[in-house]
């Protein structure tokens, strides 16, 4: 790996996907993997971070939001990339824009490997973010799937990433198709599954049935409401067994999430137990089998998982 990157942009879904390519590829390489909050930064932290290994064990160093270092400590970062050691990999991460642009055309001097992480606003780069993010899990998708997918929820890059993690992990082993995607995202207008599945985890009933019942009216196939849940109870079960001290970023490649699903399934398991989240997993299971036919209302069958798993039984 190179010394310096620079992944330089404010989308957070790009971001997001090149902290994780990036934490991947350290871990590969057997780095020990620090990340740092500049704007938490005491002066000496960096210094610190950046000291001679004593075992000469290859290290990776990751600091993010740099445009909001204090003062004090960027000439840390300037003394440091004037003589690096060639058994550290940093990785600094700007939002771009004029804040912090002196230290940022510093770190530029020295060629870094720059990722650009800038809003996409065409039409073919989403679709483009979209065919590589499937081939990240490993999948391929159609033209048709991905132009269905963009269309759909293309006004929100996290948003469209969570439903392609969604999507690869629930689709039938092949090419995914603009079939697929219907099924997934049938009516899509103004409130999905992930909208009602978030209000019912949250605890908020009345929020999470007026959700639900904007999905059903803009067309949202009680299917894809019940599979949204179980998408989100499956976060919370991964996520509980993860140790709190560990940084969503480092979790993310081995839990296979986002690093903001990550945060936010964290926030909600402030209020779940692990038997919460087993009886929770139950009630939608039923809920999914009675939407897909087993009971003659199936409206009725999802207000009631959602009464149950809102309230925690």
Known sequence: MNSFYLILGSEAALVDRALTKL???????????????????????????????LFSERRGLIIRDLQDLPEDSKDEVTRYLDSPDSS?????????????????????????EIIACEPIKKEAEKEEFVRSLFLDLQRKATPGAISALVGALGNDLRELQSAIGQIAADAPA???????????????VETTGFDVADATLEGNLPAA??????????????????SAIASSLRSLAKVSGANRGVKSFELAGQLGMAPWQI????????RWTPAQIADAVGA??????????????????????????????
Request: charged share 25%; proline share 3%.
């Open 23 to 53: 934490t991947a590829q350290l871990k590969d390489e057997k780095c020990e993997i620090t990340t740092l909050f500049a704007a938490d930064l005491l002066v000496g932290d960096i210094a610190d971070s950046l000291a001679p290994s």
């Open 88 to 112: 550290t990999t940093v990785v600094f991460v700007h939002k771009g824009g004029v804040k912090g642009k002196a230290l940022l055309d510093a770190i530029k001097r020295v060629k870094p």
């Open 174 to 188: 092949g090419t995914i198709d603009e079939v697929m995607i219907d099924k997934f995202h049938q009516g899509r």
């Open 209 to 226: 049935l007026i959700a639900l019942r904007s999905a059903l009216e803009t067309g949202t196939d009680p299917v894809m409401i019940t």
């Open 263 to 270: 945060d936010k399934a964290r926030r909600q398991l402030n």
């Open 284 to 313: 939608i299971a039923l809920a999914d089998a009675q939407v897909k036919g087993a009971a003659s209302d199936p409206i009725y069958a999802l207000e009631k998982a959602l009464t149950r798993i809102a309230q925690k039984g």
